[in-house]
Nanobody, 125 residues
């Protein structure tokens, strides 16, 4: 079974930056999707960014609210996932989760089979 562990969360002022990491163990899909989701109190979990690795290439997608500020990336083996967060806003405050699924990407969390434990990001104004 695949295990995902997030790290790098913390507390920053608005406009600051954080870098999240996700370490993957067990096994990885030769081609598939990994993504970052977040959830804040009283809200549903939402997709933040996904990265899709295929035999053709690597593609990324972002929620409208984070475009231009957050960047998703992966290493060559797919055993590490990253989220570089710049120009952070208070509305970015949430618990951030990394997740993985087979084949194509999706922003529907129910389609992801593997999840990390989450890491807290707090942005103060």
């Amino acid at each position: 079974q695949v295990h995902l562990v997030e790290s790098g969360g913390g507390s920053v002022q608005a406009g600051g930056s954080l870098s999240l990491s996700c370490a993957v163990s067990g096994y990885t899909y030769s081609a598939g999707c990994m993504g970052w989701f977040r959830q804040s109190p009283g809200k549903e979990r939402e997709g933040v960014a996904t990265i899709y690795s295929t035999y053709i290439g690597v593609y990324s997608s972002y929620a409208d609210s984070v475009k231009g500020r957050l960047t998703i990336s992966r290493d060559n083996t797919g055993k590490s996932l990253y989220l570089q967060m710049n120009s952070l806003k208070p509305e970015d405050t949430a618990t951030y989760y990394c997740a993985a699924k087979r084949l194509s990407c999706s922003f529907a969390d129910s389609q992801f089979a593997y999840w990390g434990q989450g890491t807290q990001v707090t942005v103060s104004s």
